[in-house]
């Protein structure tokens, strides 16, 4: 009986780490690329260009710096959050994308053209990405423009819509993500260990490599398996402590497919 405690006791341990795992696996990652076009048509990486990432449903500014690559990668942001990315550097123009989203292991690509280095406000992105006649989700700042830069912004903008088209493809399943994530841990907190890990799957069906998904369930699967196991030694069930083993090893799979996702992340950059 004392090893059998002794096991409650780890089990349960294991069960409130996974709950404060899980309070830190609600933030995610944001990582892109700014590339610079010159004034006679040839590209190169924004070494050390400015990046002001800005969340627009609540009040929030993340600055960062790209770096000798043009590449930048910016961590623990707000998963549930909506996104601004902008960007500037010297002798550039600004540019800002809208519907950036945390934590899909999106290569966001940031172009700047021609100007004036200037850098902007999180009103003056926010202003710069609204919709216009022609349905643009993205802008690149200047001032006096002539026909050859109209030309240059008009292509950087409809790249960054194609890659606005590729984030509302995505938006669905991002919602799903959001809303069975929250209802997992409110059934995990409530011990309703069942309907937790049916709404993890629910968000795992539409996006199966995340990791904070699989670190509740794992949390969902272990406590439920501490029940069953209790349970089926109190009332000498065999078939009980062998549903509970079963929970376990998920429960491993679970936690070594979220550990895996984790080390496929690139680093952050410093901001």
């Known amino acids: 009986m004392r090893r059998f405690y002794l ?35 040839t590209s ?10 800005f969340r627009t449903d609540l009040s929030g500014e993340y600055p960062t710096k ?22 500037s550097a010297p002798n550039a123009a600004p540019s800002a994308l809208t519907g950036v989203r ?16 200037r850098r902007y406000t999180k009103d003056e992105a ?19 423009e002539s026909a050859a830069d109209k030309a240059k912004r008009e292509e950087l903008a409809k790249k960054n819509a194609e890659i606005e088209t590729k984030n509302k493809k995505i938006e669905a399943s991002n919602t799903v993500v959001a809303e069975a994530f929250k209802a997992g841990n409110v059934a995990l907190n409530a011990k309703n260990y069942d309907e937790a890990i049916k709404q993890y799957d629910i968000g795992l069906a539409a ?42 090893k998920a429960a491993a799979e ?7 996702l984790l080390k496929k992340e690139p680093a952050a950059t410093d901001p």
């Open 207 to 248: 996006d199966p490599e995340q990791a904070a998904l699989l670190t509740n369930k794992s949390a969902a699967l272990k406590a439920r398996g501490v029940d069953k196991y209790n349970a089926g030694i109190k009332d000498k069930d065999a078939a009980a402590t062998e549903s509970a083993k079963a929970d376990f």
């Open 7 to 41: 096991f409650s006791l780890i089990m349960a341990a294991a069960v409130l780490l996974s709950s404060a795992i899980a309070a830190s696996a609600q933030t995610g990652q944001l990582r892109g690329h700014v590339v610079i076009k010159q004034a006679d048509g």
């Open 44 to 53: 190169v990486p924004g070494a050390g260009a400015q990046i002001d990432v």
């Open 102 to 117: 945390v934590g899909q292991d999106i290569d966001y690509e940031i172009v700047l053209g021609p100007g004036n280095g």
């Open 126 to 144: 926010k202003s710069a990405v609204q919709p216009s006649a022609g349905g643009a989700t993205s802008s690149t700042g200047g001032g006096g």
């Open 254 to 260: 679970a936690a070594n497919a979220a550990a895996d």
């Open 66 to 87: 790209a770096d000798k690559k043009g590449q930048f990668v910016y961590a623990g942001l707000p998963y549930v959050g909506r996104y601004i990315l902008a960007a």
